[in-house]
């Protein structure tokens, strides 16, 4: 879980500077290239050997359980605990860390944002409680 975390934005790699580094909110042509980035990590990890589990749990960090997420629109039962997992921190982390365009939110109103998101099917509630209670005690 650690690699595939570590990894998990390499396909960042494949876009443009001035999306990455852009101070702004982004267009919606910025915001689709932006999104390229989690398939062309699934395709820089494919090139690994013996990385597939990893490379989906990196490269999957944008799925979401109803099926809207990308790059491949996976759904629930498509998803294990470690992909799930994985969306939840990324989304977890780019609440709470402060962007060019944006201020980072508290600890509580993250994981409000994140309940929000679990009664709405998108990411799995089991697991956004455990990161509820995990940074309650850190």
């Known amino acids: 879980m650690y690699l595939a975390g570590a990894l998990h934005d390499i396909g960042k790699m494949a876009i443009g ?13 910025e915001f689709s290239k932006m999104k390229n980035h989690a398939g062309y990590t699934y395709r820089i990890l494919s090139d690994v050997d013996d990385f597939e589990e990893i490379r989906d749990w990196a490269a999957f960090h944008h799925e979401k359980l109803n099926g809207k997420g990308y790059p491949f629109g996976k759904t629930n039962d498509e998803l294990n605990e470690p992909e799930r997992i994985m969306a939840c921190i990324d989304i977890y982390q780019a609440l709470t860390e402060d962007r060019p365009y944006k201020k980072g ?22 697991i956004s409680n455990k990161i509820r209670e995990f940074f309650n005690i850190i």
């Open 17 to 29: 500077n001035e999306i990455l580094e852009k101070p702004d909110k982004l267009t919606d042509d």
């Open 105 to 126: 939110l508290s600890h509580e109103k993250t994981c409000d944002i994140l309940d929000d998101m679990a009664q709405k099917g998108f990411i799995d509630s089991t």
